[in-house]
């Protein structure tokens, strides 16, 4: 067998003395015959420097290149979400960039940043936030003063957290389209349960809740200087640094931060087999259970930084993937996690595998041996010996650069590691005996309570997973639209005025008899879209049947389409072919039916018991009375009439399309007799607040003759 | 092991520099041995560490039609070991390989009869290679070739097959530069590719993995096919699954064989290193490997496209857009163009793409792209991204397309110029950071654009750039007929029998 290659890097000092060095060994192969010089490598060391505000830095200058880097951390973290408003801190890490500051718009912070090629970017983790500077060296002064002014004056502007909103709502959406992300979600809220911040996720209605007012509070709360590391590196004098960072941070005072409690949970593993059905042609597995919270004092780490490389992160020379991927074919990714840097709570232990489906059962029994085998025999000397030089030989990789070396200290400064970790590192991992190994093995893997999670096809599994426990099967559902906006509670009082104001509108509008009798209204006209690429012009004819029947022909610049709905089902006509009509749309459609005026008055007239009056307000200088009714689809309606000429002005309602609540608005106006009937020829409708159609009707009819393909779905 | 697929966005944009382009220059080391091996050195003190890298100029586009994948296998099959490194006695194991070869190739044929398969035979044969596999086992040492280096403490061990090459990295103390020499000059001397058929099975997870359980993977390998009709830029790199099936030892020796000259190599060791020491050391280990007349280039060129092409791919997962435009690969001027049109495109919150698309609310994310999925022949401008619903691809597909027309018709004004010349200066001093960067760019560029002062070069041509240009170049390939377009969509749910049908009882 091989003979190891004994060869280290020792810190021998303080001062950080990294010293490599070897023996030669006596075997024949070329590469074992070789001795390894000595190297002598003292990184540099990063100066504490404390500001008088109280935030600490920890400096490096490197002259090497002209550029400038500061990574900041803030004691904060997704771990401080409120409960009901999980996302908030990730939605604040991001507008606090986004969103601008109190005197630098969105737009001119950017172009700011970019046209000196720099970048501040806001992050948080788990347990702490990040916010990092780099510029090049002639732009210190600049760069610094913006980095201040987002640190200390952050403005959430509303729209950016409207879209950053909208953005999460979307990623939620798109969250099980990938299986290792679908499984992994499913394997924290198992182990933590939902109600817990390392086991929670977003969901629609919590981050729909989130206010500026939360982003504010959020910053007002954790974003101290007291509460802020900063690792500086780069071209700079150091003197020259702190008097500018004393100028840029003036006035910002500490401040005491009472931090929420966070839950810690008993890590007592419990065994259950979750299965995930997803229609792939490989399973993912995530086995495992709690990880390890690390104390001050964690002297189980080192043995389970050894035992955790054997067992799989490794890489190729880590059991699992010997044995999963290069003896057996079983998969390209396998490994293990093992984190020791949570101090909340123990975070998630887990081997991961991605497995052909026709072999899943006999990846997991084969991943739990693995686990088994560590704790049952001690590792053999020479693959303890390599695991542990190999970590010993790689420490120099965390010393690569400057930047890597300061933000190195600054992290273990907050995670609360022991002051000469590093420098007693490699010293401690030589130590690490086959007996340490299997100790920690014994004490923290249970391979007897395995929390397993499986996102796969079951029906082409080899076997059952019954073999590892009681199957729970997990049911996804793809994310439900937030339920309607309901009815407020009404008076008595509130009804009876309801009435009167539908009852005017409908006799301006020419009389319920006479409304009765429109049966159809065919409208032509010309519509202008504010589409993505600027304002678009097209022609469109609309029929409408009563009660339930719509067609939409339109004419744009790139071709034909029509929409059409019979009441039950739809179907649309595109360049590119039929296509049938989501149900969501078609639930749209009976809602825009519904809303007709002439229909919409005689259906509130007839079934009046449902509306409400809702006060008055002074719309586009006339004033109006409102009238709440509720429509097909649950949500209301708000429709505002003109205590002047009785004709309905505008409508406001809320549309759910995908999961998303959308407030749009129909304004209308230039109403004609049409047979009798007023008939509104000027329609403008807006989404958000923002001008999305504008249509001109150039001819109405009431009752035409009518064909019934219209609604037929062309073969 | 793990290949970086669909082209290492080698950004471009990541290096040059006005003021560190002189002192690039000034501090690449070349060497040329006399076998042809290409040596790319630059001497880096802050840290005892060295990035050595090297690169094949021998990709998925010099396979035959019934290698198809072998470059990606060869480059797993690189990883277990040598005549001396993997094997307890390679004699022995030689003989039990034949047999597994032998056995292995005929149920591969066998096994090509698809229904006309004789089981039988297919089940015997299985059983044949297992006893013949268990008897390889006595003399294999599963992961030997890995182990050294991770005992060496090796970091970024790993490899990584394109289009276009292949290459090899790896990042270790400084004080192991001759063991690594010694390693790579072994597994191009003598590698054994044994524990083929198992290893096949792990790439075939792999492209489960990559493709056909990753929604952007498989309408990445639908929208490539259907862009490339004549070159083989088109075929996916990792190969179809049935090809996958067909690969065998010869198949991969051969390759091997044929591809991995030193005249067809470069190699770059950056980082603390001694350059005449260094060349010495290189020259001991590597010298000796002879030059050998090396294949044709790919001769197939892909014809004008002549109309829109567009391909839908069903999946269950959101919808995603992927837009191409073939163009010329470089030096050719307007693909340095089309680099800085990406940059006014998508690079950073002042892009267009950023402003008026994503922050409109119209995607969650929109990226463009110069130069997929390779850079040796002629290739695509790529665009690609995701709605946000109730947004549609229609919807993105539109915005996207009203950003190209803008650059037809609008001169970019010259706020936009600087700040993008600026960015492409302060990257390239960025890029000089790393080894392992550094050690990727300088093999690249040497490998694919023939001499690694590409990147120079690259700065001075950005620099030329003007708005007429970039007008011009827009008319040019931005055009309907030009294109491919590929989309995600969600796969369509059963509906329940008895609902949406009209009028039945």
């Known amino acids: 067998m091989k003979k190891r290659a004994f060869t280290g890097i020792v810190f021998a000092t303080l001062v950080a003395c990294l010293i490599v060095w070897g023996i030669p060994s006596t075997f024949a192969r070329p590469h074992e015959e070789l001795t390894f010089e000595p190297i002598e490598f003292k990184p540099p060391v990063p100066e504490k420097r404390i500001l008088s505000n109280g935030m600490t830095l920890y400096l490096i200058e490197d002259h090497e290149l002209p550029l400038f880097n500061i990574s900041g951390l803030i004691k904060t973290g997704d771990i401080y979400d409120p409960a009901d408003k999980v996302g908030l801190s990730s939605i604040f890490a991001s507008v606090m960039r986004t969103g601008g500051t109190v005197s630098r718009e969105p737009d001119a912070l950017n172009e700011e940043l970019e046209s000196m090629a720099a970048s501040v970017e806001v992050g948080m983790s788990r347990e702490y936030g990040t916010i990092n500077l780099s510029t090049l060296a002639e732009d210190i002064e600049t760069g610094l003063e913006i980095f201040a002014d987002v640190l200390r004056n952050p403005a959430f502007r509303e729209d950016k957290l409207e879209l ?37 996720y977003t969901e629609i209605e919590g981050i729909e809740s989130i206010t500026v007012d939360d982003l504010k509070a959020f910053h007002a709360k954790y974003y101290h200087p007291n509460n802020l590391m900063l690792a500086i590196t780069g071209d700079f004098d150091t003197e020259t640094l702190i008097a500018q960072l004393e100028k840029v941070f003036e006035g910002w005072e500490s401040a005491d931060i009472a931090f929420p409690d966070i839950p810690t949970v008993d890590p007592i593993p419990e065994a259950s087999v979750n299965y995930i059905f997803k229609d792939l042609p490989q399973s993912v597995m995530l086995i495992g259970h709690f990880g390890i919270k690390r104390t001050p004092d964690f002297p189980d780490f080192f043995a389970l930084r050894v035992m955790n490389d ?177 009815m407020p509670e009404a008076s008595e009082g509130d009804m009876a005025k309801a009435k009167e104001v539908v009852a005017a509108a409908v006799d301006a509008y020419g009389g319920l008899e006479k409304l009765q009798t429109v049966k159809n209204i065919v409208a032509e006209g010309r519509a202008t879209a504010n589409s993505p690429m600027g304002p678009m012009n097209l022609d469109i004819k609309e029929y409408l049947i009563y009660p339930d029947k719509l067609r939409q022909d339109l004419k744009m610049p790139q071709g034909e389409m029509s929409y059409a709905f019979n009441g039950t089902s739809g179907f649309a006509l595109t360049p590119m072919g039929t296509q049938p009509l989501p149900p969501e749309m078609t639930a749209f459609m009976k809602d825009d039916i519904f809303r007709q005026p002439v229909w919409l008055l005689a259906s509130l007239m007839k079934d009046d018991d449902a509306i409400q009056y809702a006060g008055t307000e002074e719309v586009m200088g006339t004033s109006v009375a409102i009238v709440l009714a509720p429509q097909p689809s649950g949500e209301v309606l708000k429709i505002f009439i003109s205590e002047e000429t009785h004709y309905i002005v505008k409508m406001s309602f809320r549309e759910t399309e995908q999961g998303v609540a959308v407030n749009k608005e129909v304004i209308l106006d230039d109403y004609r007799d049409v047979d009798g009937v007023k008939v509104p020829h000027h329609i403008q409708q807006n989404v958000e607040g923002e001008l999305f159609t504008e249509t001109r009707l150039n001819s109405v009819m009431l009752n035409a003759e009518l064909d019934d393909s219209l609604f037929q779905e062309p073969k | 092991m793990k290949q970086i697929r669909y082209l290492l966005v080698l950004c471009l944009i990541a290096l040059h520099g006005i003021a560190s382009a002189q002192d690039l220059s000034d501090r690449v080391v070349e060497h040329i041995f006399p076998n042809g091996l290409k040596l790319l050195m630059i001497k880096r003190d802050t840290s005892p560490t060295i990035a050595p890298y090297i690169l094949f100029k021998a990709g998925s586009v010099d396979e035959s039609d019934d290698t198809r994948g072998i470059a990606h296998m060869l480059e797993h099959m690189l990883f277990k070991g040598t005549e001396t490194i993997g094997t307890k006695d390679y ?13 292995g190739d005929a149920l591969d044929m066998e096994r090509a009869k698809g229904s006309r398969a004789d089981t039988d035979k297919i089940a015997e044969l299985e059983e044949a290679l297992k006893t013949q596999q268990e008897l390889a086992k006595e003399w294999i040492v599963t992961g030997e070739y890995s182990e050294i280096y991770t005992q060496h403490g090796s970091t970024g061990f790993n490899a990584g097959t394109s289009v276009d090459y292949t290459i090899y990295t790896v990042e270790l103390p400084s004080n192991k530069l001759e063991l690594w020499a010694i390693l790579e000059s072994d597994r191009i001397k003598n590698a054994v590719l044994r524990e083929f058929y198992v290893e096949r099975e792990a790439v075939k997870e792999e492209r489960r993995m990559r493709v056909d359980t990753r929604p952007g993977g498989k309408l990445y390998e639908q929208f490539m096919a259907a862009a490339f009709t004549a070159h083989p830029y088109g075929i996916p790199i990792i190969g179809w699954p049935s090809d996958i099936a067909m690969l065998n030892r010869r198949k991969a020796e051969e390759f091997f064989r044929v591809h991995y000259a030193p005249n067809n190599s470069v190699m770059a060791i950056i980082g603390n290193i001694d350059i ?230």
């Open chain 2, 276 to 505: 005449d020491e260094t060349i010495a050391l290189i020259e001991k280990h590597f010298g000796d490997i002879p030059s050998q007349p090396l294949p044709p280039e790919v001769t197939t060129e892909e014809l004008p496209q002549e109309g829109e092409r567009r391909v839908d791919v069903e999946f269950d997962a959101e919808p995603q857009l992927m837009i191409g435009y073939h163009k010329p690969t470089l030096p050719h001027f307007d693909d340095y163009v089309l680099d800085f049109i990406s940059a006014i495109l998508s690079d950073g919150r002042t892009s267009r793409f950023y402003k008026n698309i994503v922050e409109k609310g119209i995607a969650i994310s929109v990226d463009s792209l110069n130069g997929y999925p390779g850079a040796r022949y002629n290739n695509l401008f790529v665009l690609d991204g995701a709605p946000r619903s109730p947004h549609t691809t229609a919807d993105l597909e539109a915005a996207i397309y009203a950003e190209l027309e803008r650059l037809k018709t609008e001169p970019v004004a010259e706020k936009e110029f600087k700040r993008i010349l600026k960015q492409v200066d302060a990257s390239f001093i960025r890029g000089l950071s790393s080894n392992a960067g550094m050690a990727r760019q300088l093999t690249f560029y040497e490998g694919i654009a023939g001499d690694w002062r590409y990147i120079l070069q690259w700065r001075e041509n950005i620099y030329k750039v003007t708005p007429e240009d970039i007008m011009r170049v827009a008319k040019t390939y931005f055009t309907k007929s030009n294109r491919t377009v590929g989309t995600l969509v969600k796969k369509a749910a059963v509906a329940p029998a008895g609902e949406g049908t009209e009028g039945s009882e």
């Open chain 2, 91 to 103: 004699e022995k194991e030689k003989v039990v390989l034949a047999e597994i070869d032998r056995i």
């Open chain 1, 164 to 200: 950053r909103k909208q953005q999460s709502i979307e990623r939620i959406r798109r969250r099980n389209d990938n299986p290792i992300q679908l499984a992994w979600r499913n394997f924290s809220a198992l182990l933590y349960g939902t109600d817990h911040p390392f086991g929670w």
């Open chain 1, 310 to 486: 054997i067992l799989g992160e490794g890489g190729f020379a880590s059991r699992l993937m010997k044995e999963v991927r290069e003896k057996h074919g079983l998969a390209y990714m396998v490994g293990s996690i093992m984190p020791t840097s949570y101090y909340t709570n123990p975070g998630e232990w887990f081997a991961y595998s991605q497995t052909r489906t026709e072999k899943t059962a006999e990846a997991i029994s084969l991943i739990i041996d693995v686990v088994k085998g560590l704790r049952d025999t001690p590792v053999p000397e020479d693959e303890l010996q390599r695991t542990k030089d190999s970590l010993i030989n790689s420490f120099v990789f965390g010393f690569e650069s400057s930047s890597q070396i300061a933000f190195q200290q600054m992290m273990l400064a907050y995670r609360g590691y022991a002051p000469d970790f590093l420098e007693t590192y490699t010293d401690n991992i030589a130590k690490v005996t086959a007996a340490d190994v299997q100790a920690v093995a014994q004490k923290y893997l249970h391979p007897d309570a395995l929390t397993i999670v499986t996102v796969g096809n079951k029906a082409n599994f080899d076997r059952s997973l019954d073999e590892f426990g009681e199957v729970n099967e997990i049911e996804i559902k793809q994310p439900a639209p937030p339920p309607a906006e309901p």
